[in-house]
């Protein structure tokens, strides 16, 4: 394999598979620093479809892992208004944007967990500026990774350390249905096509109620919405986009006050660079009342009192536990590849617009919108319909329709 050529598929198939950069339109980028190499063939790839500017900004997380050492943690968490101005004024001139997350598990571990949940404060408020241009605007934006040295030693430690990187490479590539040959572009309309068929079949059912058990313990019922709908019924945006690479999900928002029982994690979470592994939360009339957590429970507490809706969920997404990144068999550590190797769940801001105050019905609202991993290879999931028909969505961590 020519790993550089395959570098320049992989950048061109996120600019236009993923963002679908327009002629005449500027990309706001946030990169992680560790994958300054890439960011270039990326931007010449966005270039090439005609963007007007691609506008970086460098996230460096080990110069904010010094600086919330040392600094108070209202300054930390503080969005400046120069950080604002500077995407503010791009996303007014109709920029799409990208997140280009790079990982280094290890770099958070012996930061304490009070200044990991001010980095991520920080970095998520920021992030918010993005996401709500993106509701507002309409614009196309798209969250992708940048395999790093110290990501690939850390998820591949049987691999040598000169050999790890280029095998991530490979992985990515894979997880993203990108080979030497194919026709990215007609790779991915297919892979759309097929999600959006699925959901619209799910859809047809009138699910009200689904209902999660596994042998970890995970007992959760979650109401839906007349509204919750996985499928895309007819609507298309009006710039095609695809905002998660990779992605195996189909999804949708559930009722706000309507989530009772408890669910535990599946895979590790991620905030602020500090891994937190081994939890679960319990939840009464929508909201969780308790977090269950031998470590990061502090990270976790601050996260669901964040504001008045963080502790409510958003998003309901159904994974199959046997998809392509589960069966790879590698924990990637990253929220943005692990959720989609196992049903998954949202806390925070609901997917789509909110509901009309008058509305019966309630899609939650927050600043925050965090996705945690739920799927096991036993996870059972039954829907309830409208009529009251008990219906088996998942059997063995798998679809069942």
């Not at 990309?27 to 300054?36: F, H, K, R, S, T």
């Not at 790093?148 to 990187?165: F, G, H």
């Not at 095998?167 to 892979?191: F, G, H, Q």
């Not at 081994?278 to 996260?303: S, T």
Request: net charge negative; hydrophobic share 40%.
């Amino acid at each position: 394999m020519n790993l550089d050529a395959m570098k320049r598929k992989y950048a061109y198939t996120l600019a236009r598979v993923g963002l679908n950069v327009q002629p005449g339109q500027p990309v706001l980028v946030e990169a992680a620093i560790e994958g300054a190499d890439f960011t270039p063939i990326f931007a010449e790839e966005c270039y090439k479809l005609g963007a007007s500017n691609v506008i970086v900004h460098y996230l460096d997380e080990p110069n904010m892992k010094i600086a919330a050492k040392y600094r108070p943690d209202a300054d930390v968490r503080r969005v400046e208004d120069w950080e604002e101005l500077q995407n503010q004024k791009y996303l007014d001139q109709g920029a799409c944007y990208v997140r280009l997350e790079g990982v280094n598990p290890a770099l958070m571990a012996d930061v304490p967990e009070a200044q990991a949940n001010a980095i991520f404060a920080h970095t998520d408020a920021v992030r918010n500026i993005m996401r709500k241009a993106s509701r507002e605007k309409h614009c196309q934006w798209l969250i992708a990774m940048i395999p790093t040295q110290a990501w690939a030693e850390y998820i591949l430690p049987d691999v040598p350390k000169e050999d790890a990187l280029e095998e991530l490479w490979k992985l990515i590539l894979k997880i993203c249905y990108i080979d030497e040959t194919n026709d990215v572009v007609a790779t991915w309309e297919e892979k759309s096509k097929k999600n959006n068929e699925r959901g619209l079949k799910i859809d047809s059912y009138h699910f009200r109620k689904l209902h999660y058990t596994a042998a970890n313990g995970t007992d959760l019922t979650v109401t839906l919405t007349p509204y919750s709908k996985f499928g895309m019924s007819g609507w298309t945006p009006k710039i095609p986009y695809q905002p998660n690479i990779p992605t195996e999900e189909i999804c949708t928002a559930p009722e706000k006050y309507g989530t009772d029982g408890v669910v535990y994690a599946a895979k590790p979470l991620v905030l602020g660079g500090k891994s937190i592994e081994n939890f679960g939360f319990r939840f009464e009339k929508g909201k969780v009342v308790e977090v269950i957590a031998d470590q990061g429970r502090e990270m976790l507490e601050a996260l669901v009192a964040m504001d008045e809706g963080a502790g409510y969920l958003g998003e309901v997404a159904l994974v199959e536990y046997h998809s392509p990144i589960s069966m790879s068999g590698v924990v990637y550590y990253t929220t943005l590849i692990d959720e989609n190797a196992s049903c998954h769940l949202a806390l925070g801001r609901a997917l789509g617009r909110p509901l009309p105050e008058d509305d019966p019905w309630t899609f939650n609202n927050s600043t925050i919108h965090i996705d945690f991993m739920v799927g096991t290879p036993d996870l059972r999931i039954v829907g309830t319909t409208e009529s009251g028909e008990e219906v088996v969505v998942f059997d063995q961590g798998d679809f069942a329709l």
